[in-house]
């Protein structure tokens, strides 16, 4: 029996998404990836959801990619496999016809930014903290970088994107990576989520595409090679050295 790894709930006009998989920080593994499909396709066909809320379970919205997936197993053999998989998660937000909002009130890491770069509008606690890590672990944020860069000031990509600091909900959102910090992601959620259920089906999807249409354009352009991009860092020697170290929590051996 398959675990519920994203529950779906209905208040309302509202569809509530939530990563539900806390023993491993909610990481992207192919089994929550194929439930959280299954929920926005859910909230899709619902004539009656006006707006998706992506949220949590754990004091860890989402830690990227599942990296014990690939453990003792050849990179190559999964690799562009998972690189499409997070792509054509990310795309899937970004083309759903309903807004997406993302209630965020813990730690997000790596390809857990990808997801709320896709996401509409986000939500940000007190407790929030963000990084992006890829770098230290010899990988890079190839495939969420189509969702990171449109959202983020250019110096801040240029800073976060190398350093791997760890940030808070003030700074995340004058960065521009989330809408608004607050001390009450309920309360937030609850005004924002009102105002959005007010609005028709076809006045939501439409203004909804008028926001995402220059960041599916350059999906159009760009997906493919950094999809590809993507898989050759994972096979690379560094990043097993690098996913290594972090499963077995000691400093990376770079031979440079």
Request: glycine share 10%; hydrophobic share 45%.
């Amino acid at each position: 029996m398959t675990s519920t790894l994203v529950r779906y709930e209905r208040d309302g006009a509202v569809a509530r998404l939530t990563l539900d998989s806390p023993h491993n920080r909610n990481a992207l593994s192919s089994a929550l990836v194929g439930q959280l499909h299954d929920g926005l396709t859910r909230a899709a066909a619902d004539d009656g959801v006006r707006v998706v809320v992506l949220g949590h379970t754990g004091g860890t919205f989402c830690a990227g990619a599942d990296l014990g997936e690939a453990a003792g197993r050849d990179p190559s053999e999964l690799a562009l496999d998972r690189a499409r998989e997070m792509t054509t998660l990310l795309r899937r937000i970004l083309e759903l016809p309903l807004p997406v909002l993302g209630a965020i009130d813990g730690h997000v890491r790596a390809g857990g930014l990808g997801l709320i770069g896709a996401c509409d509008i986000v939500v940000a606690g007190a407790a929030s903290t963000f990084a992006l890590t890829e770098a230290r672990i010899g990988l890079a944020p190839s495939i969420i970088s189509l969702t990171l860069l449109p959202k983020l000031t250019a110096r801040a990509a240029g800073r976060y994107f190398v350093t791997g600091e760890k940030f808070g909900a003030a700074e995340a959102a004058a960065i521009g990576l989330v809408t608004m910090a607050c001390d009450d992601v309920p309360a937030a959620v609850a005004d924002l989520t009102g105002a959005i259920v007010q609005g028709s089906p076809q006045g939501l999807a439409a203004s909804k595409a008028l926001t995402t249409a220059a960041v599916i354009g350059d999906f159009e352009r760009r997906a493919e090679k950094l999809t590809q991009e993507s898989a050759a860092l994972f096979c690379s020697a560094e990043a097993r050295e690098g996913m290594q170290a972090f499963l077995e929590k000691r400093p990376p051996r770079w031979v440079g």
